[in-house]
């Protein structure tokens, strides 16, 4: 029999990190238990705009959104550059997928002057007839927002364009959206290799400086807003995550896998989820925590942190493991998600990780 | 101007993680002041037990020792299998880095019957001449521990059969460790494929199936234990943390990079740094919090958990971001350390990171 | 000016090698020509036998076989083990490469006593209803010979149990075939890492090996026997090329990603090209020249070389430049080929290759 | 019993194709027989005139000639950008594979106007101390010459401006150089991602571009010209053939490894070998057949074909499979190789490969 020595606990700090393990311990297990079982009456309802095509991120997030049976999707609208071809991208996906029910929406088809936007994914798209046609995102959203509002949560993964072009519109239905959650920004932390470590300081972040005018007038607009920077969304997809999603054969998977490929050129690459969190966020906000903080889009797409009222709740950090741990087993269930009646079967990732050691 | 809505802030469970997640943020920076900034007084002795040869994360753990000015390196022993092997492995590493000044001692070549052991690192240690002498594992350990009573922290990260020889050699001298860091022991989670999700239940782990009554005698022996056991070890090394080590050009990187694809037969495999949360543990004990535990091997190399007063300190879950944070620029520092008068040389993961974007 | 002097050309070896250069040079500008201009007229009329679903090179078979106007596919039967499941995936490649105008039969369900077949790629396969009915390939491939007497070339890349019971059913018949193209054997390279390079001596080979007497009468049948052994089709599909692949975007390249990915894991894997080199000889036998031989199947399943009259044209050694530069362009493609009337878009390899120098 | 139709052997075209196959396997056989026992009395004098550290096939290249007991190396020269920088590297390079006796030389530090030269393996340059001196590369070529007139092969596998200065300095001498075989130009085939299939026309080549003065100056010299240009050098280190070496851990290889991980950044890159075709022709000229031809060198660094006299040997095409069947186990092989006396230990390939197959 052994007493268990206290002279390694000797610093506040010590214990302070272990109390606060506690309380995550705690926190995950109800992680669990939700997300094993969603409530299904407490349906989110959601629109999503999304510059889906250019890099992967935006199709893992609206993957991730089509097996959430805590979202209703409303519809996804597309941003920034060639709208329609993005909106073909999303009619194959959804199709692919068993989500044609869907409604999509195409964007305002802007560019930066002599950048023009290539879409590492058109291939993709481009199996969808080229007169296809699709509503104007703008009036779908102010429509979406009159018929349920303060009910909607606008889940803006693109430069903000449509957003932009929305307030102009008509300001007053915009603002009642319930909220938006914006991946988006740079407040202390740049772009980097990885979710943790040191960092230069923070960058213009690509959504923001697309269409900086757009995104002032989104974070002055007055509608709740949930915001996750590059301090918070740089979790990464590296090679055994990957493998998970891609051997698992499911028709969203299958997808994903595809889209992959024309993203990476065949090679490896490995994507940053970015926004994916902000979808993980519209459902599971203990993923990504936030605090209020008053931000400002200054002239140069720079996120300036500024004194005075808060006009945005900010996710400064993320834990990789916690989200991957929400994100993979979603990802890769082969739920049968129809319609309103959503069920969910969900994956063991036990028995995926039931391997042999390698020593 | 916006006020922000508590609406969303409704559930005690969120206001938890709200709150743990500031007391993390608050220790991290504590964290990264410490590990700029090791406290050269306070020297850890530590004396490291390691299978090094067969498995990659021996190296890793080593290399991290090596990188460590909070540890006085005392010696470090070869365990299980070719012992002799081993210490050649040993000292080709540490003339390599610059560290043959640390003794290496010997262990017990034992092996389980009809199940010879293949170190897949033998080419490396081949370069080292078969003559070559090595004190004994056991007379070296039990001598260290005369000489710094109450001082030495042992690593074990290898099958325990040397520290079950001391027992039995001269328990008295053995129970003056100041403690036992060790990594083994499978509680809840079994092997798997990542250090989250849902698991299998636990395994019998490789370092006490090897050697059971060992492991019994080490368990049973009074010396304060800390437990790493395949629940908070399997953190893995991926393709972009790989790729910082191995393009960083130092002695220890090119060791390790060389050593690795040895291991991984110049294919792509990814290491479990089981070991290395071991050695980061005498150092960083935030990194893999513990708690109270009495666990009892069993005839089939389960480790389990009994009720009665507490044996053991035990980790069951750790934060890969932390931990790769920590001993990601610990490892690539340039940082030249001699003898006791070591110096760091902060790498810059930052300045690592700065990349322009992918989309 | 200069003259060129010969003091280098010194050897009858090397003006061998020079001659040998030439006229490969020369043959090969034929060889390109004949792929962007197929002769339409001269289709031969092909049957594949395959075990589709284990390995997977016999999806990159069946996919330059779709892609070749070349070959007229009367049908393709399923070979060894799960039959069933492997007309099922056939099912669904056939259909998302548009080619559900092709017959699938189901062949005889043998496998080796207590040894399973595992379908590595059964996920992709499971998602055709379970019920779907094939008819049976013994039956199929008697009635094709009766209908096109002497005009069928049997293109056999499973183990060959269907053939042997064809042979039991009906010898007469079986013996109308124009020909067998077969993968199988070993005549002096047994298995390995590379298509060059020394070996040990002749493996049994997979396809003989699982069905030793089926084999033997295959080989004793009379009909004339094309072997493509282990000697010449160990071409491997490696980074580059697929990268070409798996990027491009089509029908095929997408069904040919999501089963590589199944087979592999996830994780890179390299593909060994055997099958596709049998179906690529039965257009263009110059890719892997044969000469006569008499090869008996001992008991063992080596393939053994005695004296006496020859009974197969055997191809010994090919050459992966001309073969990938064969099949690369022609499984990239996305031409539209459906029934008799396939137009070929030949997929224009330099453009996919213009890029930038690394250094 | 049956007899072999001949019906499928109907076109010249494929008799053709076969007689070449013929040929080329009994020179193949030869060639077998002189990788394993190659004449020692044999020696070929070369210098090698290289900008190693900046692309990764410098370092294979010169890896080769190190393993090779057919070439005596006279001197390795740096050439282009830091040419100090690359001394260095060679330094380490030649020490850490026991090559110490070599002498090294520092070519002209040349570069192009606000181009400036990255090397991308200057950290294994940099634990060289930088005030290490060396003699002139270019009064070390010229002194070579004279000492052995009409002897010595010059390996030139950088921009050629040391050649250019030489020839300046002293053609007489220059012009007794036995001969120069020259990694450059671009005859009918530009930068691509094969050594095989359709490609876009000509590029202008990186060594003739760096300095096109120097290259006109060299092909006008009168000296026997062996041109490798990127029509034929464009064999790919891939996966498979990248993991023979760099699991094969002797000192050649993991120096080789250490400077690979370097120029790809820690990434999966596929290195072109164009330079190590240069120093295989030099020992094996079968691998790669060269004809006489007349090139010019224009200003914008083209290599024109032009009628007239030949001023070259031009190889157009190389075969994959007969350079890497050469170069893999000569690279890899672990023979002791010190100074005039190298005996070479062969490595056994087939052993390598000896693994069971996937299936």
Sequence with gaps: MMSIPLRDFRSVRLLAAVFAFCILFISSMFAQTDTSAPRSNASEKIIIDTDIGTDIDDAFAVGLALQSPELKILGISTAWGDTHLRARLLTRFLKETGHSDIPIAMGIAKERPGKPEILSQAPYAERVPADQKYPNAVDFLLEQIRLHPSEITLIAIGPETNLGAA????????RKLKRIVLMGGSVYRGYGQFN????????????????????????????????????????????????????????????????????????????TL??????????????????????????????RVESGPANAQVCLRSNSDQFLEFFLPRTVSSGVMAGANRTLKTVNVARIAERTPTR
């Design 167 to 174: 307030i102009d519109r008509d300001a007053a239905t915009f």
């Design 274 to 303: 970015f926004d994916a969190v902000a979808v993980a966020y519209a459902m599971h906000p203990e993923l990504c925590p936030t605090q209020p903080m008053r931000l400002r889009v200054d002239d140069q797409a720079y996120t």
């Design 196 to 271: 943790y470590g040191k960092t230069h300081g923070p960058d213009p972040e690509w959504n923001i400086l697309c269409d900086i005018q757009a995104a002032q007038r989104v974070f002055a607009s007055g509608v709740p807003l949930y915001v996750m920077p590059l301090d918070s969304t740089q979790i990464k997809l590296q090679e055994l995550e990957r493998a998970e999603i891609f051997k698992a054969g499911t028709p969203l998977t299958d997808a994903l896998l595809v889209l992959y490929e024309l993203w990476s050129h065949g090679a490896t690459q490995t994507p």
